[in-house]
Structure formats: structure tokens, C-alpha cells
């Protein structure tokens, strides 16, 4: 089986006790909602790269919380290992590399999940929202 590496972040931030997750469209198809991520590339760590892609893909700058979600993904041909990390915004920018080629929205919790539905996206998702007592506590588990 061939194994493939997608490192990426899971953008959120808090405002007024609300919290917000920003996902993207794929540049291929302007339905399909992700996460923003990449390949690794050799020059950069992993880190590096996920906080890269935040910024080429979603237009956010912002530090890294913790340690990746890991998801794995087999498929027939090839494997796809995803390695997302948690991604405190900081800044939301206007103008970002990628902004003509893709889409991007902020919005709660449980509405990312439903656009996220049935990839290793929204599995990465619940993982984090468990893992984030305090961010749980303002999203309602039972809909996770």
C-alpha cells in the first residue's frame, strides 16, 4: 500500500465565549469543505508546514496548541495519513495567497461537522472538541 502525508492545522478561535472553526473548500471542487493542509515538504518541519498551509489556504496566522490529530485513511490503492494540528487564530487576514482559488467560512462547531461529513475532516474534529474541555463545554457533545 502507498503511503501518503497530509499535514494540516484545524483553525479556530474564541470571541465572546463563542468559538469559530474557518474551513476551506478543496481548489478542485467548490462543494467539498477540508481543513487546510499540504505535503511535507523537506526544507520545513511538520509544524512549520501546517502553520504555512493556515496562511496559503485559509488567509489565518496563529500558533500551534498541542500535539497533531492523527487520522489514517485507507483506500485501495494508497494510504493517506493525516497529522492535524490544533490552531489558536490570532489574526484573520483580507488578502491571502489562495484567496481567488478557494472558498473559505467561519462557523460553530457542530455546523463544521455537517459540512465536513463523513471524511477524516470532521472524525479529526470530534476528536479535537473532546480533547478541548473548555471548547466542549460550549458545544453541544450529543450533536458531536
Not at 97 to 117: D, G, H, Y
Request: net charge positive.
Amino acid at each position: 500500500l502507498d503511503e501518503r502525508k497530509e499535514i494540516g492545522v484545524i483553525p479556530y478561535y474564541e470571541r465572546n465565549n463563542s468559538f469559530k472553526i474557518i474551513i476551506v473548500t478543496t481548489k478542485k471542487a467548490s462543494h467539498r469543505w477540508i481543513f487546510p493542509k499540504g505535503q511535507p515538504e523537506e526544507d520545513k518541519t511538520d509544524r512549520e508546514v501546517a502553520v504555512n498551509e493556515a496562511f496559503e489556504e485559509a488567509g489565518v496566522i496563529g500558533t500551534i496548541q498541542g500535539k497533531a490529530i492523527k487520522i489514517r485513511v485507507e483506500k485501495k490503492k494508497y494510504a493517506v495519513n493525516y497529522k492535524l494540528y490544533p490552531f489558536k487564530i490570532s489574526k484573520i487576514c483580507r488578502r491571502w495567497p489562495e484567496r481567488k482559488e478557494r472558498k473559505r467560512m467561519f462557523m460553530k462547531p457542530e455546523k463544521a461537522l455537517k459540512q465536513l461529513v463523513k471524511s477524516p475532516y470532521a472524525e479529526a474534529l470530534k476528536i479535537f472538541l473532546k480533547k478541548s474541555s473548555k471548547i466542549a463545554k460550549s458545544v453541544k457533545i450529543g450533536s458531536v
